[in-house]
Each structure stands twice: as structure tokens, then as C-alpha cells.
Nanobody, 123 residues
Framework: QVQLVESGGGLVQAGGSLRLSCVASGVIFSSYAMDWFRQAPGKEREFVAGISRSTSRTYLANSVKGRFTISRDNAKNTVFLQMNSLKPEDTAVYYC????????????????WGQGTQVTISS
């Protein structure tokens, strides 16, 4: 049974930082690219960041470039999203995803999703 479990969400003030983690089980973690998506209330889910299977390549949405960093530890089956200089518009539920493509083509080639973790940024 494949599971992706996110953690690290919470409520922070604008300008603050959060680090999200996603631990995978029941899957050969290193065989997947990993992504982070987010969905704000009333909006569609959007791609945030992706990392290749080997950790050598990353890809970030324009809206988070320079503020967010994605990384992974294949030995620990974990992918991270370091979020700095947070803005109120970053408020959303953040999902990790196991992707069969890199760079991501949106959700089209995502094989597995986590349950999401809420990130709320106050102004």
C-alpha cells in the first residue's frame, strides 16, 4: 500500500518560514520524481516544485522561485519543501506527489498523492 504523508504545515506570519516534509512508504521512492502542489480555497490545484529522481535537477513555479527550495533524501524516502519569505497568497493545502515525469506535466502523470497539509500565512 502506497502512502505519502506530509507534515510541517501550520500558521505563520508573512515573511516567515516553514519546512514541509513528505515521507513515502510502499513505493520504490527513488524511481519517482517528486512534486509539491498546492490548492487554495476556490482555486485549482497548481504545481509548486518538482525534483528529479536523482536529486540533481529541480524545477520551481515562477511564483515561488527565489523563496522555495525542494530537496529529497532517497535514503529516508523523504522529500522536503523549504518555504521562506512566505506571503499570504501562499496560503493553501500543500500536497506531495509521486510523479512519473520530470519536469512535471501537472497532475497528468502523478501516480500517488499525499493527503495534504495546511499552510496558512497571516498578514
Amino acid at each position: 500500500q502506497v502512502q505519502l504523508v506530509e507534515s510541517g504545515g501550520g500558521l505563520v506570519q508573512a515573511g516567515g518560514s516553514l519546512r514541509l516534509s513528505c515521507v513515502a512508504s510502499g513505493v520504490i521512492f527513488s524511481s519517482y520524481a517528486m512534486d509539491w502542489f498546492r490548492q487554495a480555497p476556490g482555486k485549482e490545484r497548481e504545481f509548486v516544485a518538482g525534483i528529479s529522481r536523482s536529486t540533481s535537477r529541480t524545477y520551481l513555479a515562477n511564483s515561488v522561485k527565489g523563496r522555495f527550495t525542494i530537496s529529497r533524501d532517497n535514503a529516508k524516502n523523504t522529500v522536503f519543501l523549504q518555504m521562506n519569505s512566505l506571503k499570504p497568497e501562499d496560503t493553501a493545502v500543500y500536497y506531495c506527489a509521486a510523479d512519473t515525469r520530470f519536469p512535471s506535466s501537472g497532475s497528468a502523470y502523478v501516480s500517488h498523492w499525499g493527503q495534504g497539509t495546511q499552510v496558512t500565512i497571516s498578514s
